[in-house]
T-cell receptor, first 118, second 111 residues
Framework: AQKVTQAQTEISVVEKEDVTLDCVYE???????LFWYKQPPSGELVFLIR??????QNEISGRYSWNFQKSTSSFNFTITASQVVDSAVYFC???????????????FGEGTQLTVNP | DTGVSQNPRHKITKRGQNVTFRCDPI?????LYWYRQTLGQGPEFLTY????????KSRLLSDRFSAERPKGSFSTLEIQRTEQGDSAMYLC?????????FGPGTRLTVT
Protein backbone atom coordinates (compact mmCIF):
# COMPACT_ATOMS: atom_id res chain seq x y z
CA ALA A 1 0.00 0.00 0.00
CA GLN A 2 1.12 3.52 -0.67
CA LYS A 3 1.67 6.03 2.08
CA VAL A 4 2.90 9.60 2.28
CA THR A 5 4.05 11.16 5.52
CA GLN A 6 4.50 14.85 6.13
CA ALA A 7 5.71 14.98 9.69
CA GLN A 8 5.60 18.77 9.99
CA THR A 9 2.03 19.79 10.71
CA GLU A 10 2.76 23.50 10.95
CA ILE A 11 5.77 25.69 10.21
CA SER A 12 6.02 29.38 10.93
CA VAL A 13 8.81 31.54 9.52
CA VAL A 14 9.59 35.18 9.07
CA GLU A 15 9.67 36.60 5.57
CA LYS A 16 12.92 36.04 3.66
CA GLU A 17 13.82 32.96 5.66
CA ASP A 18 14.40 29.71 3.78
CA VAL A 19 12.10 26.85 4.71
CA THR A 20 12.12 23.14 3.88
CA LEU A 21 9.02 20.97 3.89
CA ASP A 22 9.67 17.28 4.41
CA CYS A 23 7.97 14.40 2.63
CA VAL A 24 8.61 10.69 3.09
CA TYR A 25 6.80 8.08 1.04
CA GLU A 26 6.25 4.33 0.95
CA UNK A 27 5.46 2.27 -2.12
CA UNK A 28 6.21 -1.20 -3.43
CA UNK A 29 6.17 -0.02 -7.03
CA UNK A 30 9.38 0.55 -8.94
CA UNK A 31 7.70 3.10 -11.16
CA UNK A 32 5.85 5.90 -9.42
CA UNK A 33 5.38 9.63 -9.47
CA LEU A 34 5.74 12.24 -6.77
CA PHE A 35 3.97 15.56 -6.63
CA TRP A 36 3.73 18.73 -4.60
CA TYR A 37 0.54 20.76 -4.51
CA LYS A 38 -0.16 24.10 -2.82
CA GLN A 39 -3.54 24.85 -1.23
CA PRO A 40 -3.91 28.56 -0.44
CA PRO A 41 -6.71 29.82 1.81
CA SER A 42 -9.01 29.97 -1.22
CA GLY A 43 -8.96 26.16 -1.16
CA GLU A 44 -8.03 25.26 -4.73
CA LEU A 45 -5.14 22.80 -5.08
CA VAL A 46 -2.41 24.21 -7.29
CA PHE A 47 0.04 21.85 -8.99
CA LEU A 48 3.70 22.67 -8.33
CA ILE A 49 5.81 19.77 -9.56
CA ARG A 50 5.71 16.18 -10.80
CA UNK A 51 8.68 13.82 -10.62
CA UNK A 52 9.02 10.24 -11.81
CA UNK A 53 10.90 7.61 -9.86
CA UNK A 54 13.64 7.29 -12.45
CA UNK A 55 14.64 10.93 -12.35
CA UNK A 56 16.54 11.79 -9.20
CA GLN A 57 17.87 15.09 -10.43
CA ASN A 58 17.05 17.94 -8.15
CA GLU A 59 14.97 20.68 -9.66
CA ILE A 60 14.88 24.41 -9.17
CA SER A 61 12.14 26.74 -10.29
CA GLY A 62 12.63 30.30 -9.17
CA ARG A 63 12.54 30.33 -5.37
CA TYR A 64 11.35 26.71 -5.26
CA SER A 65 13.59 23.66 -5.25
CA TRP A 66 12.99 19.98 -4.76
CA ASN A 67 15.32 17.29 -3.47
CA PHE A 68 14.39 13.72 -4.44
CA GLN A 69 16.35 10.98 -2.68
CA LYS A 70 15.25 7.47 -3.54
CA SER A 71 17.62 5.95 -0.97
CA THR A 72 15.69 7.58 1.86
CA SER A 73 12.30 7.67 0.08
CA SER A 74 12.12 11.41 0.51
CA PHE A 75 10.99 14.24 -1.72
CA ASN A 76 11.61 17.48 0.14
CA PHE A 77 10.58 20.95 -0.95
CA THR A 78 12.51 24.13 -0.16
CA ILE A 79 11.30 27.68 -0.53
CA THR A 80 14.12 30.20 -0.60
CA ALA A 81 13.56 33.74 0.63
CA SER A 82 9.99 33.02 1.68
CA GLN A 83 7.26 35.59 1.11
CA VAL A 84 3.93 36.19 2.80
CA VAL A 85 2.16 34.95 -0.36
CA ASP A 86 3.77 31.55 0.19
CA SER A 87 1.50 31.03 3.19
CA ALA A 88 -0.60 27.98 2.39
CA VAL A 89 -0.97 24.29 3.07
CA TYR A 90 1.45 22.22 1.02
CA PHE A 91 0.71 18.63 0.13
CA CYS A 92 3.06 15.94 -1.05
CA UNK A 93 1.41 13.17 -3.09
CA UNK A 94 2.30 9.87 -4.71
CA UNK A 95 0.82 7.94 -7.61
CA UNK A 96 1.59 4.60 -9.15
CA UNK A 97 2.33 4.11 -12.79
CA UNK A 98 -0.75 4.89 -14.80
CA UNK A 99 -2.96 1.85 -15.24
CA UNK A 100 -6.22 1.22 -17.01
CA UNK A 101 -8.05 0.47 -13.78
CA UNK A 102 -6.68 3.11 -11.44
CA UNK A 103 -5.56 5.89 -13.73
CA UNK A 104 -3.10 7.87 -11.72
CA UNK A 105 -4.98 8.31 -8.48
CA UNK A 106 -3.09 10.26 -5.86
CA UNK A 107 -2.26 9.36 -2.29
CA PHE A 108 -1.74 12.55 -0.34
CA GLY A 109 0.10 13.30 2.86
CA GLU A 110 -1.68 15.22 5.60
CA GLY A 111 -0.15 18.50 4.56
CA THR A 112 2.08 21.12 6.15
CA GLN A 113 0.58 24.48 7.03
CA LEU A 114 3.21 27.11 6.23
CA THR A 115 2.78 30.58 7.68
CA VAL A 116 5.14 33.30 6.53
CA ASN A 117 5.02 36.33 8.79
CA PRO A 118 6.03 39.80 7.62
CA ASP B 1 -11.40 29.97 -18.13
CA THR B 2 -10.64 26.43 -19.25
CA GLY B 3 -9.86 24.85 -15.88
CA VAL B 4 -11.87 22.30 -13.93
CA SER B 5 -15.12 23.74 -12.63
CA GLN B 6 -17.36 22.49 -9.86
CA ASN B 7 -20.86 23.44 -8.83
CA PRO B 8 -22.13 24.39 -6.40
CA ARG B 9 -19.21 25.83 -4.47
CA HIS B 10 -21.04 25.53 -1.17
CA LYS B 11 -23.95 23.37 -0.08
CA ILE B 12 -25.67 23.31 3.29
CA THR B 13 -28.16 20.54 3.79
CA LYS B 14 -30.03 18.85 6.58
CA ARG B 15 -29.22 15.35 7.67
CA GLY B 16 -31.11 12.82 5.62
CA GLN B 17 -31.39 14.92 2.48
CA ASN B 18 -29.86 13.99 -0.87
CA VAL B 19 -27.30 16.21 -2.56
CA THR B 20 -25.71 16.21 -6.00
CA PHE B 21 -22.50 17.89 -7.10
CA ARG B 22 -21.29 18.51 -10.61
CA CYS B 23 -17.77 18.56 -12.07
CA ASP B 24 -16.81 19.80 -15.52
CA PRO B 25 -13.28 18.65 -16.35
CA ILE B 26 -10.85 20.20 -18.78
CA UNK B 27 -12.32 19.35 -22.17
CA UNK B 28 -9.61 17.11 -23.60
CA UNK B 29 -9.07 15.17 -20.36
CA UNK B 30 -10.44 11.64 -20.47
CA UNK B 31 -9.62 10.79 -16.85
CA LEU B 32 -11.68 12.22 -13.99
CA TYR B 33 -11.27 11.72 -10.24
CA TRP B 34 -13.27 12.56 -7.13
CA TYR B 35 -11.60 13.15 -3.78
CA ARG B 36 -12.87 14.09 -0.35
CA GLN B 37 -11.00 16.38 2.02
CA THR B 38 -11.92 16.87 5.66
CA LEU B 39 -10.56 19.68 7.81
CA GLY B 40 -6.85 19.38 8.51
CA GLN B 41 -6.39 16.35 6.28
CA GLY B 42 -5.12 15.66 2.80
CA PRO B 43 -7.55 14.75 0.04
CA GLU B 44 -8.62 11.09 -0.08
CA PHE B 45 -9.43 9.29 -3.30
CA LEU B 46 -13.07 8.33 -3.83
CA THR B 47 -13.49 7.19 -7.43
CA TYR B 48 -12.03 7.33 -10.93
CA UNK B 49 -13.50 7.47 -14.43
CA UNK B 50 -11.84 6.88 -17.73
CA UNK B 51 -14.18 8.38 -20.28
CA UNK B 52 -17.65 7.20 -19.17
CA UNK B 53 -16.44 4.07 -17.36
CA UNK B 54 -16.12 4.11 -13.59
CA UNK B 55 -13.05 1.93 -13.14
CA UNK B 56 -12.22 2.21 -9.48
CA LYS B 57 -14.08 2.99 -6.26
CA SER B 58 -12.50 3.49 -2.86
CA ARG B 59 -13.82 1.75 0.21
CA LEU B 60 -14.67 5.26 1.40
CA LEU B 61 -17.45 5.33 -1.18
CA SER B 62 -20.32 3.81 0.77
CA ASP B 63 -23.56 2.62 -0.80
CA ARG B 64 -25.04 6.07 -0.21
CA PHE B 65 -22.60 7.55 -2.71
CA SER B 66 -22.95 7.23 -6.45
CA ALA B 67 -21.03 8.86 -9.26
CA GLU B 68 -21.68 9.04 -12.95
CA ARG B 69 -20.01 10.41 -16.00
CA PRO B 70 -22.47 10.14 -18.85
CA LYS B 71 -20.91 10.55 -22.31
CA GLY B 72 -17.50 10.90 -20.75
CA SER B 73 -17.80 14.62 -20.20
CA PHE B 74 -19.07 16.14 -16.94
CA SER B 75 -19.49 14.02 -13.83
CA THR B 76 -21.95 14.06 -10.95
CA LEU B 77 -21.49 12.82 -7.40
CA GLU B 78 -24.67 12.12 -5.44
CA ILE B 79 -24.89 11.47 -1.72
CA GLN B 80 -28.14 10.00 -0.49
CA ARG B 81 -29.43 10.31 3.07
CA THR B 82 -26.61 12.61 4.09
CA GLU B 83 -25.01 12.22 7.50
CA GLN B 84 -23.02 14.74 9.52
CA GLY B 85 -19.88 12.75 8.80
CA ASP B 86 -20.30 13.57 5.12
CA SER B 87 -19.41 17.20 5.83
CA ALA B 88 -16.25 17.82 3.82
CA MET B 89 -14.80 19.44 0.73
CA TYR B 90 -15.44 17.34 -2.38
CA LEU B 91 -12.76 17.85 -4.99
CA CYS B 92 -12.80 16.89 -8.64
CA UNK B 93 -9.67 16.52 -10.75
CA UNK B 94 -8.93 15.59 -14.33
CA UNK B 95 -6.00 14.65 -16.52
CA UNK B 96 -5.01 12.96 -19.72
CA UNK B 97 -1.47 12.05 -18.72
CA UNK B 98 0.63 13.42 -15.95
CA UNK B 99 -0.45 15.79 -13.28
CA UNK B 100 -4.04 16.14 -12.20
CA UNK B 101 -5.70 19.53 -12.31
CA PHE B 102 -8.13 20.22 -9.51
CA GLY B 103 -11.32 22.20 -9.40
CA PRO B 104 -12.18 24.63 -6.59
CA GLY B 105 -14.21 22.03 -4.74
CA THR B 106 -17.71 21.86 -3.29
CA ARG B 107 -17.88 22.40 0.45
CA LEU B 108 -20.69 20.36 1.96
CA THR B 109 -22.05 21.10 5.42
CA VAL B 110 -24.59 18.69 6.85
CA THR B 111 -26.54 20.11 9.79
Amino acid sequence: AQKVTQAQTEISVVEKEDVTLDCVYETRDTTYYLFWYKQPPSGELVFLIRRNSFDEQNEISGRYSWNFQKSTSSFNFTITASQVVDSAVYFCALSEEVSETSGSRLTFGEGTQLTVNP
Amino acid sequence: DTGVSQNPRHKITKRGQNVTFRCDPISEHNRLYWYRQTLGQGPEFLTYFQNEAQLEKSRLLSDRFSAERPKGSFSTLEIQRTEQGDSAMYLCASNKWGEQYFGPGTRLTVT
